[in-house]
């Protein structure tokens, strides 16, 4: 059974940190992403993460403050934010392909999971 349970959002003032955390299951997945959805925006790929040789990929927004990380042991994908701004904002989601896809294309992706907000204040 495909599951991607995201944790760890929550509410920071600006400049804090936070972790998000995925607990994936139901196929080795080759490919690992964290995508946002800001309120009237369209879903943005942050950051992805390759399974095989942990090849990382960050969108410009977020180079230097975020870092994507993967326990392939326990099958979990992390992603730690640090100097958060007011512009990060958004709902977080999880996502994952068993193949390992270029790119952070959301119609890459086939699977998500349910997302966890994440509200930077100034």
């Known amino acids: 059974q495909v599951q991607l349970v995201e944790s760890g959002g929550g509410s920071v003032q600006s400049g804090g940190s936070l972790r998000l955390s995925c607990a994936a299951s139901g196929y080795t997945y080759e490919a690992m992403a964290w995508f946002r959805q800001a309120p009237g925006k369209q879903r943005e790929g942050v950051a992805r993460?390759?399974?095989?040789?942990?090849?990382?990929y960050y969108a410009d927004s977020v180079k230097g403050r975020f870092t994507i990380s993967r326990d392939a042991t326990k099958n979990t994908l992390s992603l730690q934010m640090n100097s958060l701004q007011p512009e990060d904002t958004a709902m977080y989601y999880c996502t994952a392909s068993t193949r390992a896809v270029v790119g952070l294309n959301p119609n890459h992706y086939k699977y998500w999971g349910q997302g966890t907000q994440v509200t930077v204040s100034s």
């Open positions: 993460i390759y399974r095989a040789s942990g090849l990382r």
